[in-house]
C-alpha cells in the first residue's frame, strides 16, 4: 500500500502553490502490467451501480472556435454560481486548443482576471518518463497556446511531473493535491478511437481494468499510441528537436487519472472536434452513444474495461459538444 502526505505541491514553473496539503489513504492494485491507484477500503461493486446509466445528449456545434467559445462559457457559468476557488481539470490535444487559445488571448487584457485569480488548473495525463521542458509534453502545448499572462494569473496550476523516479508516488501526491481544493469542479474531456470501435477518455484504456473507485493510474504505453501521439503534435505546429522526440519515443509509461475522478465531478464537458483527421472517431462515437449499459454489475464492469469512454455516461451532469463529422452517415 502507498501511503504519502502531500508536502506542498509545486507546478511546472517551480512556483510555491496555495493548496493545503492533505493526506489521502491509497491502495495500490495491479492488473496486469497496468498500476492502479484507489482510496482505500471502499467496495468497486457498490460504487460502480451507485451511479444509474445515462443517456448522452449532445450538441452539434458548427466550429472549434465556437466549441472553445462554449467551453469558456461553462468555466464562467461555474464561477458565478460559486464563491470561492475553482478547479478545473483541461483537456490535451484538439478538443480544447480553440479554448486555450481564447483564453490566452484574453488573459492578455484584464478582462478574466478575476476568474483565472481563483482557477486551480490541472491535467489528465501525461507521457513518461519525460523531462518537464520535453517539447512533446502536453504543458508546453498549454504554455503555447495559454501564454505567459495565463501563467502569472491563474491561482495554480499542477502537472504531472513526469521525470519523477517514483511515478507511482507521483501520482498519490498528484491526486492528494487534486483532493486538497474540495473536488473537481469542471472534468474536460475528448474522446479516442480503439480498434473495434471503442474509445478512451484520460488515458483509461479498453483492457487496462480500470475500476469504479480508481482516482488514477499508470500503464504501459504502445508505441501505436506514442506515434500517434508526436503525429499529432508535430501537426498542430511543435517543432520539436531530436533529443525531445528520441525521448518520446522511449516513454514507457502514460500517467493518468482514472474513472473514480470521471465518476466524482461535479460537471464534465466534452468535445470531440476532430474526426476529419481521426476518422475512428466516427464509429467510436457511434457506439459510446448507442451503447445500452447493463444493470448487471459483472455486465457493466466487462463494458466498461472494453470501451472506457462509457465512464461518462454513468455521470448525470454531462454537456457534450460535436462537430458534424463526428456523426456517422447514414446511407
Known amino acids: 500500500m502507498l501511503k504519502t502526505p502531500c508536502s506542498g505541491l509545486t507546478n511546472t514553473k517551480q512556483m510555491s502553490s496555495p493548496l493545503a496539503s492533505v493526506e489521502v489513504s491509497i491502495e495500490r492494485r495491479a492488473v496486469g502490467d497496468n498500476v492502479w491507484l484507489r482510496q482505500d477500503g471502499l467496495d468497486d461493486r457498490s460504487e460502480l451501480m451507485a451511479h444509474p446509466a445515462q443517456a448522452l445528449k449532445y450538441e452539434v456545434v458548427e466550429s472549434e472556435e ?190 493518468t487519472l482514472g474513472p473514480a475522478t470521471v465518476l466524482g465531478a461535479k460537471r464534465i464537458v466534452q468535445s470531440i472536434v476532430d474526426a476529419a483527421t481521426a476518422r475512428g472517431k466516427v464509429e467510436s462515437f457511434d457506439r459510446f452513444v448507442n451503447t445500452q449499459l447493463s444493470d448487471d454489475a459483472e455486465t457493466r464492469s466487462h463494458q466498461l474495461d472494453e470501451n472506457p469512454a462509457l465512464w461518462i455516461r454513468l455521470n448525470p451532469n454531462v454537456r457534450s459538444l460535436i462537430l458534424t463529422d463526428v456523426l456517422k452517415q447514414s446511407n
Open 66 to 255: 465556437a466549441v472553445g467559445r462554449a467551453m469558456l462559457a461553462e468555466i464562467e457559468v461555474a464561477a458565478r454560481n460559486r464563491t470561492g476557488e475553482l478547479t478545473i481539470v483541461i483537456l490535451g490535444g484538439r478538443g480544447a486548443q480553440a479554448l486555450h487559445r481564447l483564453i490566452g488571448e484574453k488573459a492578455q487584457t484584464n478582462e478574466l482576471d478575476g476568474l483565472l485569480g481563483r482557477l486551480n488548473v490541472f491535467t489528465q495525463d501525461a507521457l513518461a518518463p519525460m523531462r518537464l521542458k520535453n517539447a512533446f509534453s502536453f504543458v508546453r502545448d498549454f504554455e503555447r497556446l495559454l501564454g505567459d499572462a495565463f501563467f502569472q494569473k491563474v491561482r495554480s496550476f499542477n502537472s504531472m511531473r513526469t521525470d519523477a523516479a517514483d511515478l507511482e508516488a507521483e501520482m498519490v501526491r498528484y491526486v492528494e493535491a487534486l483532493e486538497s481544493t474540495g473536488g473537481i469542479d469542471i472534468l474536460f474531456l475528448g474522446l479516442g478511437p480503439e480498434a473495434n470501435a471503442a474509445s478512451h477518455i484520460c488515458y483509461i484504456k479498453p483492457g487496462s481494468g480500470a475500476g469504479a473507485n480508481d482516482v488514477a493510474g499508470v500503464i504501459p504505453i504502445s508505441q501505436t499510441i506514442v506515434e500517434h501521439h508526436i503525429s499529432k503534435f508535430k501537426a498542430g505546429g511543435t517543432s520539436p528537436n531530436q533529443l525531445d522526440e528520441t525521448e518520446c519515443r522511449n516513454a514507457t509509461h502514460i500517467l
